[in-house]
């Protein structure tokens, strides 16, 4: 169910660590396109997902919080945060959801009260590239926070539950990074040149309201991000297979038939 959503202007964060990374997403990401009505399918390839954009058309971000609390989801689409208009950094401002909330992000927050749409484009007329940062276009992102929750008293647990908990916070921990031979793959796919980026679109009324919002950590419990291009680009790259093409009969054919037909007569 989709409703108003809250913007978190002024965050403090509460320590400055961050907590063992979850196995499951705490809010999912999705791409839709607004004129199809579709979610965009998502190609995985070399260690990075893809979806492909079609140029001209609207498109929004669908975010799903899929826990019981409050989260705040920094939003970077071309790699400017599309609440302030900044270079996108973790830090910045966000979009809170509530418990279990789904909502979609349609376009650069202009005000409280408006928006400019999300619009695929060629990648020149991108907004990050007008406004001289089209480095990462191609890319939309989020950072996600859980709120802070005042500590509850706690006991000192005997030696083998400590030990036990400590087994399983190291089974928790983040996965060792990709070897080389992804980090290659992915350096072959971020050299093919970028096709759409995100434009400025036309103005549309998306009200929100504010709130405040305590980060558990400086650091984020979650980064996600999904890239995007056009069809044409994501097939030369192997993304995606080509299309199928029926064979066109109404072209011309070297060879129609098996015989030759007798000529009409006069």
């Known amino acids: 169910m989709f409703r108003p959503l809250a913007l978190a202007l002024a965050l403090a964060a509460s320590t400055a660590c961050s907590l063992p990374a979850h196995a499951r997403d705490i809010v999912t990401l999705g791409v839709v396109d607004r004129d199809s009505g579709q979610t965009l399918p998502e190609y995985p390839f070399r260690g990075q997902h893809w979806v492909a954009g079609v140029p001209g058309h609207r498109y929004a971000v669908r975010l799903t919080n899929t826990s019981g609390e409050r989260v705040l989801v920094v939003l970077s689409v071309d790699g400017v945060n599309a609440v302030s208009g900044q270079t996108a950094a973790p830090s910045q401002a966000g979009y809170v959801l509530g418990p279990w909330e789904s909502a979609e992000i349609a376009g650069w927050r202009k005000s409280l009260d408006d928006i400019a749409q999300f619009v695929f484009t060629d990648l020149p007329d ?33 030696l083998a539950a400590q030990e036990q908990a400590r087994d399983s916070m190291a089974k928790s921990m983040p996965a060792p990074a990709p070897p080389a031979a992804a980090n290659r793959a992915m350096a072959e796919a971020d050299a093919m040149p970028q096709q759409l980026g ?32 056009d069809v044409n680009a994501l097939v030369a790259m192997g993304v995606m297979p080509p299309p199928y093409a029926p064979y066109a009969r109404t072209s011309p054919r070297a060879f129609p038939q098996g015989f030759v037909a007798d000529p009409p007569r006069w």
């Open 198 to 229: 995100t434009g400025h679109g036309q103005r549309e009324w998306a009200p929100v309201g504010q709130t405040s919002f305590q980060r558990m950590s400086t650091r984020p419990q979650q980064v996600s991000q999904v890239r995007y291009d």
């Open 126 to 158: 991108s907004y990050a590239a007008r406004t001289g940062r089209p480095a990462n276009v191609g890319v939309v992102g989020i950072a996600v926070f859980r709120e802070y929750q005042p500590p509850r008293p706690q006991y000192a647990p005997p």
